[in-house]
């Protein structure tokens, strides 16, 4: 395994994190924990959950994930050596089930709730899932705005109540995810003005693809020094290329939720065979070369992988030997420019 040091800290973390939202709907826990033993066994010690998981979210399973992992850390008595990372929910009806209130509202109460769940006095990274402001994520490729958005800047009053929470003792750092360029600055700024604490990472989307990040984010993560934590490095189990070959297990993630379509229109699918035939070209297989490919990218903190068996969790694992070529890099970037981020 490779290491790396989580931005403006000393917590040294995988350059592989343990994706876990697929335990307690796709994965029981008896097979989540065989997940974290076995990736626990192979250097892995940054786990990443959520409340709101596992996915698709429910009330009926809402936390169940988190439920998984606090009572495979009370087993095993590991957790002084893995790093949690959660987050709250944002707002929406998709979430009403969690809460109705803002983050303002509601961050004491989640971090409380996950410490519960996880069976622990702390939490190592705790990040805001999604902005509460209405803007372009998951997959909505451009940006609309809305003049009568009933938002209102809230960023000061967000740090304030994270702050409170560090201070308590209940979480160590704090992140963004599924955030754009304007809020990532306007929480550094605000942290730089009134000395509030810093968002050290970002968990955005980020595959062969989906490279949107490399637009104005890189540029951040990179001056900045806020790092990404990539997730979906396999688009959904796309970059496996199981879908495309026909060998995808009926619990696979596209099967039994057929309507989690952000990686399967037809310019992804081209692309995706266009990888496909790259990778094997060079005796590799997609999903070595895809998250090879994440894991060298300089703008990188942690690689955020996901697995509904051990022997996928090996594939994924092990991808963290694989160096790419310059040779096979510019190919890439090659299929890239023909055919650019056909999933955002």
């Known amino acids: 395994m490779k290491y790396t040091n989580l931005p403006n800290t000393n917590i040294k973390v995988s350059k592989i994190c343990l994706g876990s939202m697929t335990w307690g709907n796709q994965n029981t826990e008896a097979e989540g924990h065989a997940q974290l033993d076995y990736a626990f066994d192979n250097g892995v010690n940054f786990i990443d959950t959520a409340e709101l998981y596992p996915v698709p979210a429910e009330a009926k399973t809402s936390g169940r994930t988190s439920e998984i992992i606090g009572t495979w850390l009370q087993k095993t008595r590991n957790r002084d050596k893995v790093i949690l990372a959660s987050k709250i929910a944002g707002g929406g009806d998709y979430t009403a089930h969690i809460r109705t209130t803002g983050f303002v509202k509601g961050i004491k109460d989640a971090v409380n709730n996950e410490l519960k769940r996880l069976q622990t006095d702390y939490i190592d990274l705790f990040q805001l899932h999604w902005p509460e402001r209405e803007t372009n994520t998951f997959g909505v490729r451009d940006y609309t705005h809305n003049p009568n958005d009933s938002w209102q800047d809230n960023f000061n009053e967000v740090l304030h109540v994270l702050d409170d929470v560090i201070k308590e ?3 160590r750092h704090i992140g963004l995810s599924n955030e754009k360029a304007w809020g990532t600055m306007r929480y550094l700024e605000e942290s730089k003005t009134h ?3 810093r968002m050290i990472t970002i968990q955005n989307a980020y595959s062969l693809l989906n490279r949107v990040f490399e637009g104005d984010m890189a540029e951040i993560a990179m001056r900045e ?3 990404l934590l990539a997730y979906s490095p396999l688009a959904f189990g796309v970059l496996s290329g199981k879908y ?11 099967k039994l939720f057929p309507r989690f379509a952000r990686y399967s229109s037809e310019q992804s ?10 990778a094997e070209e060079n005796n590799l297989s997609l999903t070595q070369m895809s998250l090879a490919f994440v894991n060298q990218r300089p703008f990188i903190a942690s690689n955020i ?11 994924n694992i092990d991808s963290i030997n694989v160096e790419l070529s310059d040779e096979l890099l510019e190919k890439i970037n090659a299929i890239h420019a023909a055919i650019p981020n056909p999933a955002p």
């Open 169 to 171: 003792g209940k979480i």
């Open 195 to 197: 000395n509030l604490p």
């Open 225 to 227: 020094n806020i790092k």
């Open 244 to 254: 495309i070959k026909g060998i995808a297990a009926d619990n696979s993630r596209l």
């Open 269 to 278: 699918t081209e692309a995706t065979k266009q990888y496909l035939q790259l």
């Open 305 to 315: 992988i996901g697995a509904t068996t051990v022997e996928q969790l090996k594939e």
